[in-house]
């Protein structure tokens, strides 16, 4: 009996990063001579070899959805050559290495409704947990709360006039997968909320 080809094994764990970032972030790795913050939402990186890098940060909801998507993969593949990441707070990052592209990178994201910001001593987007798109145990979805705040708060995302970076957090009950922060806010009902059928 002939013998079986083994199937080849799967591979488990974080993706090799390289592979997605920018060429002037691959070619200068580890050799980072300083950085500045220009403005709001906006980085310039300088490399020791005199390349530099600018990052423009821009908040996103944490569940996208195709259209939003697209438009964003739209403006980074018009002014930042399709390299775009996202952050652990759920922004949109694009690299870009002409600082001509950088203002009108960010009036295309400002005119498409996006906010520019979120960098140095500002409010951070507000991280949360699944809510009912993904979890089975709350009664309350923290994405409309996050909403609500982050209306509220965004003249401190687009702004740096805290004393420092200020992280805030939501969880929708008391498991908290919705991360560390500064400030931490249990999104739950003390009693169940009643359903208003004359609306």
Known sequence: MAKREMRQAIETGCPDGFQYMHPLMVK????????????PGVLRHIAKSGDAIWTVRAGTQRILDVFTLRQLCD?????????????????????????????PLIKALETA???VGGTANSVAMISHTQGWLHCDIPGTDASGVVKAMMD?????????????????????CQINCGGQGDIAINVQHTKPPKINHDL
């Not at 200068?28 to 403005?39: A, E, I, L, M």
């Not at 390299?83 to 870009?96: A, D, H, K, P, Q």
């Open 152 to 172: 509220e708060l965004i003249d401190e995302f687009k702004n740096c006039n805290m004393p420092n970076r200020v992280h805030i957090t939501t969880s929708c």
């Open 28 to 39: 200068n790795f580890g050799q980072w001579k300083t950085h500045d913050h220009p403005r």
């Open 75 to 103: 403006i980074g593949d018009c002014y930042a050559d399709g390299r775009v990441r996202f952050t652990i707070r759920s922004n949109i990052e694009y690299m870009l290495a002409d600082e001509e592209k950088v203002a």
């Open 113 to 115: 409704g996006f906010v």
